[in-house]
């Protein structure tokens, strides 16, 4: 169900927001810049979301639930091209200048337009029922790691793994279709420390010597990212005392799992008992954000994520979307993690790491 109410701010982050909170992370122009001339870096992520029209054009034809889907898929191809090539030109056009919240809001718009709703269904639920058969081996694999610290390195690692199932990354989009991605192997062949952010043994050793009442977590792709990356995570702060609130989108998107998507998903890993696996799910609670796209404005979300987050200590923003491309250098009133998979050169490029690099950015809560 969509949410109706209207959007608020997330209450977790540093006030005053106007001045102390900026969504995007990369900053394509800066005032100095001519407002009708599009900045190279503007063309550079133009290019980005232009390379990657082929795959949604290839998803949209085989969508089942729209009628004449192949000759609409193209008619979206056509429409969106002439939209960037416009941008191109001319910055200001479409809303513009341009910065990626409205290059991803301008393509899910055309795409709806079209009676578009989710090219990606079939391949999210085909990738949610093999992940839900994995759960239970990776569970097992993380619960016989019997040192705390190294486990929760093991689980980090888990998260950035499922990560790297991204069908909005164009050449992610290549590789999946041709070899499929095996969770396990992409674990042990994640580039190895020091990552190009990295805290993690900063949070390791806070790991060890605290625990935290109520996290929230936003989450992003389907199956292996959410069931057997965030999950197996979320339980374990389950085990440890914490209420866990997952925030999940209220529209499809990309591959990105819905609010409707994740309750049915964690229905059929709970038992008959309300666990997970032996854990106590009763502080799993399950938040529709309020957002409709694969990054994340935090000056809007839904009220009721605001509420159920606002005696929150942790924040945990998960994926390149909303952890990297978005919200990197947020700062929350609280702990916060920022973890995700570098999967488009020109991310790697900003950040001075590799392709397929990883960041954990933790940052403790500020003391006033």
């Not at 591959?255 to 008992?273: A, F, M, Q, W």
């Not at 309300?274 to 502080?283: E, F, I, K, P, W």
Request: charged share 25%; net charge negative; with cysteine.
């Amino acid at each position: 169900m969509e949410s109706t109410s209207p959007a608020v701010p997330f209450p977790l982050l540093q006030t005053p927001i106007e001045s102390k909170y900026r969504s995007c992370t990369i900053p394509y122009r800066f005032p100095s810049d001519n407002p009708w001339k599009a900045t190279p870096v503007e063309l550079q992520w133009i290019e980005v979301f232009l390379n990657s029209v082929p795959s949604f054009r290839q998803r949209a034809e085989s969508d089942p639930t729209v009628a004449d889907a192949p000759a609409k898929a193209e008619k979206f191809a056509q429409r969106y091209t002439e939209i960037l090539e416009d941008l191109k030109a001319n910055p200001e056009s479409h809303g513009g200048p341009p910065d990626c919240i409205l290059l991803c809001q301008l393509r899910e718009q055309v795409l709806r337009e079209l009676g578009f709703r989710d090219i990606f269904k079939k391949v999210k639920d085909n990738e949610n029922a093999k992940a839900i058969s994995l759960f239970e081996d990776v569970v097992r694999l993380n619960d016989s790691i019997e040192d705390g610290t190294k486990r929760v390195e093991n689980l980090i690692r888990g998260i950035l793994a499922g990560n790297i199932f991204d069908l909005g990354s164009a050449q992610l989009a290549e590789v999946f279709a041709r070899d499929g991605m095996s969770f396990l192997a992409s674990c042990q062949n994640l580039l190895s420390r020091p990552w190009v952010i990295d805290d993690l043994d900063d949070f390791k050793l806070k790991w060890s010597k605290k625990s935290w009442k109520k996290a929230v977590i936003f989450v992003d792709n389907s199956g292996a990212d959410v069931i057997l990356g965030i999950l197996p995570f979320a339980r374990e702060l389950l085990r440890r005392g914490t209420v866990v609130v997952l925030a999940a989108n209220d529209l499809p998107s990309i591959n990105d799992v819905t609010y409707p998507e994740l309750i049915e998903i964690v229905s059929k890993l709970r038992d008959g008992n309300g666990q997970l696996m032996g854990v106590d799910a009763s502080g799993l609670l399950i938040a529709n954000s309020g957002n409709d796209l694969p990054v994340i404005d935090l000056a809007s979300v839904s009220p009721e994520l605001a509420y159920l987050a606002s005696d929150a200590d942790l924040v945990v923003l998960e994926g390149m979307g909303r952890a990297l491309e978005t919200n990197l250098y947020a700062l929350f009133k609280c702990d916060s993690i920022k973890i995700g998979m570098v999967k488009h050169m020109e991310v790697a490029q900003f950040l001075g790491g590799r392709l397929y690099d990883c960041v954990f950015k933790y940052n403790e809560a500020p003391s006033y």
